[in-house]
């Protein structure tokens, strides 16, 4: 019998419309192994074709009929094609990386058709290093964004010498793919999502909440730092979007971030925050669009709560969101680091002192207006309550393999939003640091460039830090 569609699925199936695509994805980049020949690509694509069995999650579409009672439910796609879902791609020369950006730009701009399960797999070959790449997209109303990369990861493995294995699709792998949902459930990603059901929404179980929301309330009027911001510039990002994507990746050492922490006494999670603040700030003014007033970023952190081990499963961590200012306003990249780290310690020692409930309320309430103004359609005219997204997930720490090939990059790729053009998401795996930046592409023009400035950013930490 069909399920009923649960209404926060439903909810990112209304959401979705041509200027904004409502799918999450990912990049991986694999260098294939010493033994394999050119049709490498071709024979992942084929054995792909061949799986005998789909797992449940790939083979249901949404469906509103007479039978169903008017409600939305999955059913399972009778007509299920194996090819519609998993394409092969080839890139035209030369084969650069600026090649498979445009290709993964254009692939995510495009809508999942309906009236088939919401997913595709796309094996792409062509680069002129030998590396082949695999992007994978699935709709934010089967999975959230972090749950798909991490169903990709859960595949895969650290022998290099084993083979035959299954990709995310294939029955074989739903017992992997299962824990690794469950383990994404709690993902730092998943927070603006979460908090955007929550504010849908807010029930009794947030007690206690008048308290901490009027103390909450009263440092966003100080413009202190809190999980609601009312003190953000106008911007160029938080604007109506179009369809249009752009995609940029790259990665970085770890060991250049961890440097910078250590020697200026910040978390690493400042320190990239710190990369995107200096990014964004040379990206604007290049363009002659920066405010004076600093950009306010919403940025998912894990933290141990009020409370906490009362919470069912006996975990002693919440997941909340802090709005902190990014220190754009500051010429010195070191200030800039130092307020970040300053906003960051006082946002998360004020959710700390709420029980978990009350986080996610609050983080609910933080992100209430940016549901508000995009429905009134006042993008633009008034003020947003914070300029971007920037999440850090923690990744795989030692090289992953697909049937012999090493996992070179992993790079997820977010979901640009009405009022909020510009996502930046990064994950860590082995020994660097991956950042996906997605953007609209008429709204963030250029948006390549920012790749650049974050690599100008790290430079200029280390100098200041005294670590170069």
Same mark, same amino acid.
């Given at each position: 019998?069909?399920?009923?569609?649960?209404?926060?699925?439903?909810?990112?199936?209304?959401?979705?419309?041509?200027?904004?695509?409502?799918?999450?994805?990912?990049?991986?980049?694999?260098? @294939?192994? #010493?033994?394999?020949?050119?049709?490498? *690509? !071709?024979? $992942?694509?084929?054995? /792909?074709? =061949?799986? +005998? &069995?789909?797992?449940?999650?790939?083979?249901?579409?949404?469906?509103l009929s007479v039978g169903s009672l008017g409600q939305?439910?999955?059913?399972?796609?009778?007509?299920?094609?194996?090819?519609?879902?998993?394409?092969?791609?080839?890139?035209?020369?030369?084969?650069?990386?600026?090649?498979?950006?445009?290709?993964?730009?254009?692939?995510?701009?495009?809508?999942?058709?309906?009236?088939?399960?919401?997913?595709?797999?796309?094996?792409?070959?062509?680069?002129?290093?030998?590396?082949?790449?695999?992007?994978?997209?699935?709709?934010?109303?089967?999975?959230?964004?972090?749950?798909?990369?991490?169903?990709?990861?859960?595949?895969?493995?650290?022998?290099?010498? @084993?083979? #035959?294995?299954?990709?995310?699709?294939? *029955? !074989?792998? $739903?017992?992997?793919? /299962?824990? =690794?949902? +469950? &383990?994404?459930?709690?993902?730092?990603?998943?927070?603006?999502?979460?908090?955007?059901?929550?504010?849908?929404?807010?029930?009794?179980?947030?007690?206690?909440?008048?308290?901490?929301?009027?103390?909450?309330?009263?440092?966003?009027?100080?413009?202190?730092?809190?999980?609601?911001?009312?003190?953000?510039?106008?911007?160029?990002?938080?604007?109506?979007?179009?369809?249009?994507?752009?995609?940029?990746?790259?990665?970085?050492?770890?060991?250049?971030?961890?440097?910078?922490?250590?020697?200026?006494?910040?978390?690493?999670?400042?320190?990239?925050?710190?990369?995107?603040?200096?990014?964004?700030?040379?990206?604007?003014?290049?363009?002659?669009r920066l405010p004076s007033s600093s950009l306010v970023?919403?940025?998912?952190?894990?933290?141990?709560?009020?409370? /906490?081990?009362?919470?069912?499963?006996?975990?002693?961590?919440?997941?909340?969101?802090?709005?902190?200012?990014?220190?754009?306003?500051?010429?010195?990249?070191?200030?800039?680091?130092?307020?970040?780290?300053?906003?960051?310690?006082?946002?998360?020692?004020?959710?700390?002192?709420?029980?978990?409930?009350?986080?996610?309320?609050?983080s609910a309430l933080g992100m209430a207006p940016s549901?508000?103004?995009?429905?009134?359609?006042?993008?633009?005219?008034?003020?947003?309550?914070?300029?971007?997204?920037?999440?850090?997930?923690?990744?795989?720490?030692?090289?992953?393999?697909?049937?012999?090939?090493?996992?070179?990059?992993?790079?997820?790729?977010?979901?640009?939003?009405?009022?909020?053009?510009?996502?930046?998401?990064?994950?860590?795996?082995?020994?660097?640091?991956?950042?996906?930046?997605?953007?609209?592409?008429?709204?963030?023009?250029?948006?390549?460039?920012?790749?650049?400035?974050?690599?100008?950013?790290?430079?200029?930490?280390?100098?200041?830090?005294?670590?170069?």
């Amino acid at each position: 019998m069909p399920a009923i569609i649960d209404p926060t699925s439903l909810g990112f199936l209304l959401a979705e419309t041509r200027s904004q695509p409502m799918h999450v994805a990912g990049l991986q980049l694999f260098e @294939k192994p #010493d033994d394999a020949g050119d049709d490498f *690509a !071709r024979r $992942l694509f084929e054995s /792909a074709l =061949a799986v +005998e &069995e789909i797992a449940p999650l790939f083979k249901k579409r949404p469906t509103l009929s007479v039978g169903s009672l008017g409600q939305w439910v999955w059913a399972e796609d009778k007509q299920f094609d194996i090819e519609h879902h998993v394409r092969h791609n080839a890139l035209p020369q030369p084969g650069r990386v600026r090649e498979l950006l445009e290709l993964v730009s254009r692939l995510h701009g495009t809508r999942l058709a309906r009236e088939r399960p919401l997913w595709e797999a796309h094996i792409i070959e062509g680069l002129s290093d030998g590396r082949v790449a695999m992007y994978t997209k699935m709709h934010h109303a089967l999975v959230d964004g972090i749950s798909a990369m991490r169903l990709m990861q859960s595949v895969l493995t650290t022998d290099p010498d @084993k083979r #035959d294995m299954p990709l995310p699709f294939d *029955a !074989r792998a $739903l017992k992997r793919t /299962a824990k =690794a949902r +469950e &383990e994404a459930e709690h993902s730092l990603a998943e927070v603006p999502m979460s908090a955007l059901r929550t504010a849908m929404g807010l029930t009794a179980e947030a007690a206690g909440l008048p308290a901490a929301f009027i103390k909450t309330l009263t440092k966003g009027i100080r413009n202190e730092t809190s999980a609601l911001s009312l003190h953000a510039p106008k911007t160029m990002f938080n604007v109506n979007i179009t369809g249009s994507r752009r995609f940029a990746a790259q990665d970085w050492p770890l060991d250049r971030i961890r440097a910078i922490s250590k020697a200026s006494g910040t978390t690493l999670n400042d320190v990239v925050l710190a990369m995107c603040s200096g990014a964004v700030r040379s990206y604007l003014q290049e363009l002659g669009r920066l405010p004076s007033s600093s950009l306010v970023s919403m940025v998912p952190v894990g933290l141990k709560s009020r409370g /906490a081990d009362s919470m069912s499963g006996g975990g002693g961590n919440a997941v909340g969101s802090v709005m902190v200012r990014l220190g754009t306003d500051l010429a010195d990249p070191a200030d800039r680091l130092s307020s970040i780290h300053g906003s960051m310690k006082a946002g998360k020692e004020a959710l700390g002192s709420m029980t978990p409930n009350q986080i996610i309320a609050m983080s609910a309430l933080g992100m209430a207006p940016s549901i508000v103004i995009p429905m009134l359609r006042l993008n633009g005219i008034v003020r947003p309550p914070f300029n971007l997204i920037i999440s850090n997930v923690p990744g795989p720490r030692s090289t992953q393999y697909l049937n012999g090939a090493r996992l070179t990059g992993t790079y997820p790729v977010s979901v640009p939003m009405q009022g909020m053009a510009l996502n930046i998401t990064c994950n860590s795996y082995a020994d660097d640091m991956c950042f996906g930046l997605t953007g609209c592409r008429r709204s963030v023009p250029h948006l390549q460039r920012l790749l650049t400035f974050l690599d100008e950013e790290l430079d200029l930490l280390e100098s200041a830090t005294g670590v170069a």
